[in-house]
C-alpha cells in the first residue's frame, strides 16, 4: 500500500510548547514532501527529504526522513500561534504517473496563545 | 513574483447551477492540477494535466471536468453543483520533468458554498 498515515489527526497546544508529528508507510519511498496549510489558505511546501536518515532544520522547525525510508517526522520548538495550520506530507506515487502526489491524512495543529 | 492564482476566491451557486473556477499560473509549469478539499481533510486530486495531456482520476465524477487552453490557465467546470460538492477546490502546478521531486505550488484555493 502507498498509504501515508500521519499522527496525530489533532493537536492543540500552548504558545511556547514542543510538539512533534509523525508521517508513516509500510512501504519505502525515494522522497517525502511536507506542507504547511494556513486556515482559507493553499498548502504551501515546507521541504523535501530525500536521503534516509537526512535532517533538515527551518527555522524552529525539524524535518526527518527515517533510514529506511519509510516514515519521516516534523518537530516545531517552542511553538507560535503562527505555526497553526493543517501540516500534511505527501510523497510520489510509485504507478501510475509519476507526476501525482499521495498526501497523508493530515495533522490539524492548533497553537493557543 | 511567479505564483498561482485562484479566481474567484470565494463562489456561491445553487444546486444544479453550472460553474466554473478559473486558475492561472506565472510558473511556467508542465502540470496543472485540481483538488478537492473538505474541512481539515487532505486535498483530493480530481485531475491534472501534463501539457495537454487530461489525467483523469479513477473516481473522478463526470459531474466535474476540466479545460486547459494554454499553459498558463486551466478550468475546473461543475456541470450540476450538487450539496456534496461544497467544498476547497485547488488548483497546484508543478514542473513534472522526470527524476524531479513533483513539488507542488498550490493557489489560494476557491471557497465553494452550494445553496
Known amino acids: 500500500t502507498q498509504l501515508l498515515e500521519q499522527s496525530p489527526q489533532f493537536l492543540s497546544i500552548q504558545e511556547g510548547e514542543n510538539l512533534t508529528v509523525y508521517c508513516n508507510s509500510s512501504?519505502?519511498?525515494?522522497?517525502l514532501q511536507w506542507y504547511r496549510q494556513e486556515p482559507g489558505e493553499g498548502p504551501v511546501l515546507l521541504v523535501t527529504?530525500?536521503?534516509?536518515?537526512e535532517v533538515k532544520k527551518l527555522k524552529r522547525l525539524t524535518f526527518q526522513f527515517g533510514d529506511a525510508r519509510k516514515d519521516s517526522s516534523l518537530h516545531i520548538t517552542a511553538a507560535q500561534p503562527g505555526d497553526t495550520g493543517l501540516y500534511l506530507c505527501?510523497?510520489?506515487?510509485?504507478?501510475?504517473?509519476?507526476?501525482?502526489?499521495?498526501f497523508g491524512s493530515g495533522t490539524q495543529l492548533t497553537v493557543l496563545p | 513574483d511567479a505564483m498561482v492564482i485562484q479566481n474567484p476566491r470565494y463562489q456561491v451557486t445553487q444546486f444544479g447551477k453550472p460553474v466554473t473556477l478559473s486558475c492561472s499560473q506565472t510558473?511556467?509549469?508542465?502540470?496543472m492540477y485540481w483538488y478537492q478539499q473538505k474541512s481539515s481533510q487532505a486535498p483530493k486530486l480530481l485531475f491534472h494535466?501534463?501539457?495537454?495531456?487530461?489525467?483523469n482520476e479513477a473516481d473522478t465524477p463526470d459531474n466535474f471536468q476540466s479545460r486547459r487552453p494554454n499553459t498558463s490557465f486551466c478550468f475546473l467546470d461543475i456541470r450540476s453543483p450538487g450539496l456534496g460538492d461544497a467544498a476547497m477546490y485547488l488548483c497546484?502546478?508543478?514542473?513534472?520533468?522526470?527524476?524531479?521531486?513533483?513539488?507542488?505550488?498550490f493557489g489560494p484555493g476557491t471557497r465553494l458554498t452550494v445553496l
Open positions: 497546484a502546478t508543478s514542473r513534472g520533468d522526470r527524476g524531479y521531486y513533483n513539488e507542488q505550488f
Open positions: 494535466y501534463y501539457d495537454k495531456d487530461f489525467n
Open positions: 512501504s519505502v519511498f525515494s522522497s
Open positions: 505527501a510523497r510520489g506515487r510509485s504507478s501510475g504517473s509519476a507526476r501525482q502526489l499521495t
Open positions: 527529504v530525500v536521503t534516509g536518515g
Open positions: 510558473l511556467n509549469h508542465n502540470v
